[in-house]
């Protein structure tokens, strides 16, 4: 419990030091386009073969455990459209991600600290915190509205091709299923969700970059703890986003 309380204090304090306007504009935005394409544009092929795959898996798995003479054509693209709105292109997205850029960023902030470049900006006057953490912050979260459409887009792309390309259901059907009542504030509920998980993810993951003191075996240490904390808070936050928003 006192570890708890001591790990939510210095988190706690570390974002406090986090959110100031930056000593120097033009080094924040240099920071803020290098972390845009980083953590971004460099996630976008996973993102897009994982949802291509998982469409099409859905698609097929949805077909198969709903055929029945009783249910209507649209039911197989309707729930794997829903599915990918609610679920998966915003939550499992995310906890991929957290694997991906909150593994890179717990690594990349805790090499600096063990090698004392941290402590070097410290004893020069540069806010460390609001330099290295603000940039990583701001990019994920302006990245995750548009890496959560891409996913959605591409899942829906993955059920279409189950349609074009095999006999497990026809174009036609699939495309009545994915127009079908069509509930436009899901993809808001998505993005809502995946601005929030990226927050968790980044900020998190900096956190136990930043204070990672000993060697190169405790950044793998405070990298592992990274992920594993922000895939369980992302949960936890998933339960109380849903029944908040829904």
């Excluded at 509205?145 to 036609?172: C, E, K, N, R």
């Excluded at 900020?203 to 204070?211: A, R």
């Amino acid at each position: 419990m006192k570890d708890l309380i001591r790990h939510f204090g210095e988190y706690i304090l570390l974002m406090g030091k986090v959110f100031h306007l930056p000593d120097r504009q033009r080094m924040f935005w240099r920071q803020y386009s290098r972390e845009l394409e980083k953590q971004g544009l460099q996630s976008l092929p996973i993102i897009v073969i994982i949802s291509l795959f998982i469409g099409a898996i859905l698609t097929i798995q949805t077909k198969i455990n709903t055929e029945n003479p009783l249910l209507p054509i649209y039911t197989t693209g309707l729930l794997t459209r829903e599915t990918l709105l609610l679920e998966f292109s915003s939550t499992i997205l995310c906890l991929i991600l957290a694997g991906k850029v909150g593994s890179n960023i717990a690594s990349e902030i805790g090499t600096m600290r063990i090698t004392e470049q941290i402590d070097a900006m410290e004893i020069m006057g540069v806010n460390s915190a609001n330099y290295l953490i603000l940039p990583k912050i701001c990019s994920f979260l302006t990245m995750m509205p548009f890496l959560v459409i891409i996913s959605i887009t591409v899942g829906l792309i993955g059920g279409y091709g189950v349609g074009l390309f095999t006999d497990v259901i026809t174009v036609h059907d699939y495309v009545i299923g994915i127009q079908y009542a069509f509930n436009p504030y899901f993809v808001w509920y998505a993005i809502i969700k995946s601005l929030v998980f990226g927050f968790i993810i980044t900020s998190f993951s900096s956190y136990y970059g930043y204070y990672a003191y000993g060697g190169a075996l405790d950044v793998g240490k405070a990298s592992t703890k990274a992920v594993v904390n922000s895939n369980i808070l992302i949960l936890f936050a998933d339960l109380l986003l849903t029944k908040l928003l829904l």
